[in-house]
């Protein structure tokens, strides 16, 4: 299986601010990489595809980069409503993976 | 409105089976594959399987192989997830999602312009294990 390993696990910034999350995979995933958006009780909800490919209707203070087994996730001008957990999946082989989550609050 | 609509929450005793549905509207049921995770009580994701509706075919995680069932109707347009012999450690809410793209065992299938996320969720099924 692929572990998707992601860091850190839990931050906290100020509004305004520019958050850096990160995913590293245990082997070469090519771009093949998904970011989701799960806030408290709710299901998760993709803002990034294919590791660069902003979802329809996200906001572009949301980006994603990255190739090969290193992968960032970037809020830049954190809001409140950014309040939430994030989660990369990998989708280039069985089983599909998931990072442990980084639950992003405000200070 | 796209929309993945699941049945309502469950409790069952250990050794049980469950079956959780997930009813697709407002796009072609056959033409995406259904995906189920579950989320343990405050843990992350976990990936359990595909089900292609179009022909029935299904891949399962090597951890729930033999213990889970993924089957649809398409006359209803209604994807199920049946989990046996239940622990309580399947306390968990379960998701169903939507995915274009198809991954198999050889690794993603690259499709002119098909997409490989879960871009539509269903709202989760909390199913608890309890004696």
């Known amino acids: 299986d692929i572990q998707m390993t992601q860091s850190p696990s839990s931050l906290s910034a100020f509004v305004g601010d520019t958050v850096t999350i990160t995913c590293q995979a245990s082997q070469n995933i090519k771009n093949h990489l998904n970011w989701y958006k799960q806030k408290p009780g709710k299901a998760p909800q993709v803002v990034i595809f294919?590791?660069?490919v902003l979802e329809s209707g996200v906001p572009s203070r949301f980006t994603g980069s990255g190739s090969g087994t290193r992968f960032t996730f970037t809020i830049t001008s954190l809001k409140p409503e950014d309040i939430a957990t994030y989660f990369c999946q990998q989708y280039h082989n069985l089983p599909l993976t998931f990072g442990g989550g980084t639950r992003v609050g405000i200070k | 409105q796209v929309l993945l609509l699941q049945s309502g929450p469950d409790v069952k005793k250990p050794g049980a089976s469950v079956r959780v549905s997930c009813e697709a509207s407002?796009?072609?049921?056959?033409?995406?594959?259904v995906h189920w995770i579950r989320q343990a009580p405050g843990q992350g994701l976990e990936w359990m399987g595909w089900?292609?509706?179009?022909?029935?075919?299904?891949n399962y995680a090597p951890k729930f192989q033999g213990r889970v069932t993924l089957t649809r109707d398409t006359a209803v347009n209604t994807a199920y997830m049946e989990l046996h012999s239940l622990r309580f450690d399947d306390t968990a809410v379960y998701y169903c999602a939507r995915v274009d793209g198809p991954v198999t065992i050889y690794g993603v299938v690259l499709s002119e312009g098909a997409r490989y996320d879960m871009d539509v969720w269903g709202q989760g099924t909390t199913v608890i294990v309890s004696s």
């Open positions: 294919d590791a660069s």
């Open positions: 089900l292609n509706p179009k022909s029935g075919g299904t």
């Open positions: 407002g796009y072609t049921f056959v033409d995406y594959y």
